[in-house]
């Protein structure tokens, strides 16, 4: 009888490479911290609808003497940062270390831009004898945005050091956590400005 030889197998000793299912991008421990930040300024939110519900026409009335179109160039600058966050974590996987710290300095000025549009409207809201003490809504408002603005100065200081990881040489694929807990920081501080924004400046 003649002996039936088997061809040897194309598939690899170990069997068939497992297909990689979805990644979290960035440290755990930032995503911990991004929800309980969110959890935070859930709670303050809440309580600025709870007290405008009991205050709805001074909330109003004094709603309507905030600088929307402050309020708005400054949602188009957090935008923008976070396209160009989004572009530099692109480049980056793409071994393009010099394209991701030029994306990411683009990100740092309209950060920076956010900035210096916040504080013109502090000082506008000063010279106008507005403080926490002035009214109900004037102590959220204030509360809010300031609580976020100290966000965003934070998110500025994580920007500066990705830019000068980036400018090293540091992110490539394989080594990108670094870039991705600090792009996943500064979309946090994006995101609740996209909520702020409307509770405090628009809805009526």
């Not at 068939?16 to 309980?36: E, K, S, V």
């Not at 071994?95 to 740092?108: D, F, K, M, P, V």
């Not at 990705?162 to 946090?188: I, K, S, V």
Request: hydrophobic content about 55%; glycine content about 8%; proline content about 3%.
């Amino acid at each position: 009888m003649d002996t039936v030889t088997t061809p040897p197998s194309s598939m690899p000793a170990s069997g068939p490479a497992q297909a990689h299912g979805p990644r979290l991008a960035g440290d755990l421990a930032i995503w911990f911290f991004i929800l309980a930040e969110l959890l935070a300024f859930g709670v303050f939110f809440a309580a600025y609808a709870f007290a405008r519900a009991k205050n709805i026409e001074l909330f109003a009335a004094e709603q309507a003497a905030l600088n929307r179109n402050a309020g708005a160039l400054n949602t188009v600058l957090l935008l923008t940062a976070s396209y160009f966050v989004v572009r530099a974590v692109q480049a980056a996987e793409a071994e393009a270390s010099r394209q991701c710290a030029n994306w990411l300095g683009g990100a740092i000025l309209t950060g920076f831009g956010f900035v210096v549009v916040k504080l013109t409207e502090y000082a506008a809201a000063f010279e106008h004898n507005i403080s926490l003490s002035s009214s109900t809504f004037h102590m959220f408002y204030l509360s809010l945005t300031f609580f976020h603005f100290m966000h965003v100065i934070l998110g500025l200081v994580i920007l500066i050091a990705m830019w000068n990881g980036a400018r090293q040489g540091r992110y490539r694929p394989g080594d990108m956590n670094g870039l991705e807990t600090g792009a996943a920081y500064w979309h946090m501080v994006d995101l609740v400005w996209l909520i702020l924004f409307p509770l405090v400046y628009v809805i009526h």
